[in-house]
């Protein structure tokens, strides 16, 4: 802020937010998840939708997720400003006001829900608004500060837009898109733990209670152990009910054993800077798996539309 | 509301910063972008599920 600007105290309320500063609110990195996952959804589905409305959809879902992220950021200003990790967001470093995120999030979200309804249908609409909901209100306000299992229940938000996306073709939840949850589900717990562990200083200073925080980090070493254990069978669930074909069965398979081999080293090395390297492998390692795993589905289904039509 | 100053003579009001007027700005042209595209978006929704009965209607 200028000179000028602190000298008009009611000129020094305006804002100085850039577009970038909005498009931050969004979580962009998130946000690509989510278009990565919703799409695999929409093009497993059974069925047909219009090219055009396929995008259109991936879009407003995208924006939906955006929404949220915006919400989050909006009523977690007080935390993020505490955390080195999350201080520079728009909202905690003073860029964007409270009220801008709020009205920002609340904006879209109901843009997006209604672009989604007219683009699809009004179940992927609903199930989109439930998604939203669930991440804003049930995660960020109700979950966050109050238990240590605030991500085994609030990954609930990031695993549903796949099922969004095959909704928007199917107007329906069937059991295959429900695995597509199921594995995002089960992956979210051993991802953000192995970074909470390094974290947990930041976390504790905001008085965020995370599992190393609240039980310790041997309890989370195991937790993080033991959730993967139940992801790399997960992983293969899509082979089984016969939503995937042998190549996704290959990458699941070796995808799961490494996940575990690191869960296993995370659960091993305790001490020092082995610990610290065995947490960020892990961390790293699993993006790139759940990133497999959806890639290895996009790609056969594509393949298999390509040589059969 | 922001005052418009006369030659010369102090302006009143609030007046904003030229960082301020350039944000600003570059608000505005965003928001008219999302606009636009938001319109584009109805059009093609309604040019895609209507199809060529987009012109069956009474008149």
Redesign the interface.
């Known amino acids: ?2 000179d ?2 602190l000298t ?1 105290p ?2 020094a309320l ?6 970038e500063d ?1 498009f931050a609110l969004l979580k962009p990195r998130v946000m690509s998840l989510v278009i990565f996952t919703a799409l695999v959804g929409l093009v497993l589905a059974p069925g047909h939708i ?1 090219p ?2 396929g995008a ?1 959809s991936i ?1 407003a879902i995208a924006v939906g997720a955006g929404a949220a992220g915006a919400l989050n950021m909006w009523y977690d200003a007080d935390i993020d400003r505490v955390m080195g990790r999350t201080a520079n967001r728009p909202v905690p470093a003073g860029r964007v006001s409270e009220s801008e995120a709020l009205s920002f999030g609340l904006i879209l979200s109901v ?1 997006s829900v209604g ?1 989604l309804g ?2 699809s249908n009004w179940f992927a609409a609903g199930l989109l608004a439930f998604t939203i909901f669930f991440y804003a209100v049930v995660y960020t306000m109700w979950l966050k500060r109050w238990t240590a299992q605030n991500i085994v229940i609030g990954g609930a938000a990031g695993a549903f837009p796949p099922m969004v996306g095959w909704a928007a073709v199917t107007a329906s939840a069937t059991i295959e898109s429900f695995l597509l949850f199921l594995i995002i589900f089960i992956w979210t717990p051993p991802h953000f733990w192995a970074l909470a562990l390094v974290k947990s200083e930041d976390y504790a200073r905001a008085g965020v209670p995370m599992l190393p925080v609240v039980a310790g980090e041997a309890n989370t070493r195991l937790q993080i152990l033991l959730y993967t254990a139940l992801l790399a069978p997960t992983g293969l669930a899509p082979y089984a009910v016969g939503l995937a074909g042998p190549a996704y069965a290959l990458v699941a398979t070796l995808g799961g054993a490494g996940m575990l081999w690191l869960a296993v080293g995370v659960y091993r090395r305790r001490e020092g800077k082995e610990a610290t390297k065995a947490c960020w492998r892990l961390f790293g390692f699993s993006i790139l798996y759940l990133f497999a795993l959806f890639a290895a589905l996009l790609v056969e289904r594509l393949f298999a539309m390509a040589r059969f039509g | 509301m922001m005052a418009m100053a006369e030659p010369g003579k102090q302006p009143e009001g609030i007046v904003l910063t030229e960082e301020q007027k350039r944000k600003q700005r570059r608000r505005s042209v965003a928001l008219a972008l999302c606009i636009g595209g938001l319109v584009v978006l109805f059009y093609l929704i309604t040019v895609v599920k209507l199809g060529p009965g987009i012109l069956v209607r009474k008149l």
């Open positions: 802020m200028t000028a600007g008009r009611s000129a305006l804002s100085e937010a850039g577009p909005f219009h055009v409305l259109i879009f843009l672009v007219l683009a």
